[in-house]
């Protein structure tokens, strides 16, 4: 094959690229959202979604994402207006899951260390409440710390999180 032919076939492989990407860009990406723990039950999220004409179908990777069919903008929907859903891409919701299950874990392993040395209800000696320190350092827009945060409160464990972005532009208001 000659030099020619093979530039050719490599800027037509190019072509068909830019063409995918470009395809992919213009194609409708689902809403995904997360119902809040700490607001209403599921239940109730779902009935003010159906009164309002949308569907909600559980998203098949995590229990708590919802695809919402049949809306154009979030603004309008009870749901987000009261704060019990929030729009975040499954990927950022299945980061923020594994966040949420090690600070499970390590609000465990501190109740029980207090609990050995015997203070109960994992206090410190001066008699305020240990706090777990969550530290999300990829966090613009704050979506999975919000997440991690609601979370938190919903399973009454005393946290902090601190939310830093390496990039300024991300994070600029």
């Known amino acids: 094959m000659n030099e020619q032919n093979k530039s050719f076939e490599q800027n037509m492989l190019r072509l068909e690229q830019t063409r995918q990407m470009l395809q992919a860009v213009l194609t409708e990406r689902p809403l995904i959202v997360h119902h809040n723990q ?5 239940k109730t999220v779902q009935a003010s979604l159906t009164a309002q004409k949308v569907e909600a179908q559980p998203h098949p990777y995590h229990g708590d994402a919802w695809i919402l069919q049949g ?3 979030l603004d309008v929907l009870e749901s987000f ?3 019990w859903i929030q729009p975040q891409d499954i990927s950022s919701q299945l980061t923020s899951s594994l966040a949420v299950q090690a600070m499970k874990t390590r609000w465990q ?4 260390a207090q609990q050995e040395d015997g203070q109960p209800n994992a206090r410190q000696e001066d008699g305020k409440q240990q706090t777990l320190r969550i ?10 710390s919000l997440y991690i945060a609601d979370a938190a409160k919903a399973l ?3 946290a902090t999180v601190v939310s830093r972005d390496l990039t300024e532009d991300k994070t600029a208001m």
Do not use: E, N, T
Not at 38 to 42: A, N, R, T
Not at 109 to 112: A, D
Not at 135 to 144: I, N, S
């Open 71 to 73: 809306v154009d903008r």
């Open 109 to 112: 392993q501190v109740c029980q």
């Open 38 to 42: 700490s607001g209403v039950d599921g």
């Open 135 to 144: 530290l999300d350092v990829c966090a613009a827009p704050g979506g999975k």
């Open 156 to 158: 009454s464990i005393p």
């Open 81 to 83: 207006v009261k704060g």
